[in-house]
């Protein structure tokens, strides 16, 4: 799943380790959600979009008609 997550870490003023220490999570776990390498558990996109002050659907970008992104 694609997400804005750099984009709105950066927004915020967050270095990934930042956000990672709010998230209680690794610098390597917020880069890997950034990368698409990682899918976050529901709890960690709740916390991401708390403190990235941005709802989920804002946040995350839906694949749709096999895998081509939504315009």
Same mark, same amino acid.
């Given at each position: =799943?694609?997400?804005? *997550? %750099?984009?709105?870490? /950066?927004?915020?003023?967050? !270095?990934? @380790? %930042?956000? +990672?220490?709010?998230?209680? $999570?690794?610098?390597? &776990? *917020?880069? +890997? *959600?950034?990368?698409?390498?990682?899918?976050? !558990?529901?709890?960690? +996109?709740?916390?991401? &979009? %708390?403190?990235? #002050?941005? &709802? =989920? /659907? @804002?946040?995350?970008?839906?694949? $749709?008609?096999? #895998?081509? %992104?939504? /315009?």
């Amino acid at each position: =799943m694609e997400n804005r *997550i %750099k984009e709105y870490r /950066e927004k915020n003023s967050f !270095s990934q @380790g %930042k956000l +990672a220490e709010l998230c209680n $999570v690794s610098r390597q &776990t *917020i880069n +890997a *959600i950034e990368n698409n390498k990682y899918d976050p !558990s529901l709890q960690l +996109a709740f916390d991401l &979009t %708390k403190y990235l #002050g941005i &709802t =989920m /659907e @804002g946040l995350f970008i839906p694949l $749709v008609n096999g #895998g081509k %992104k939504n /315009e």
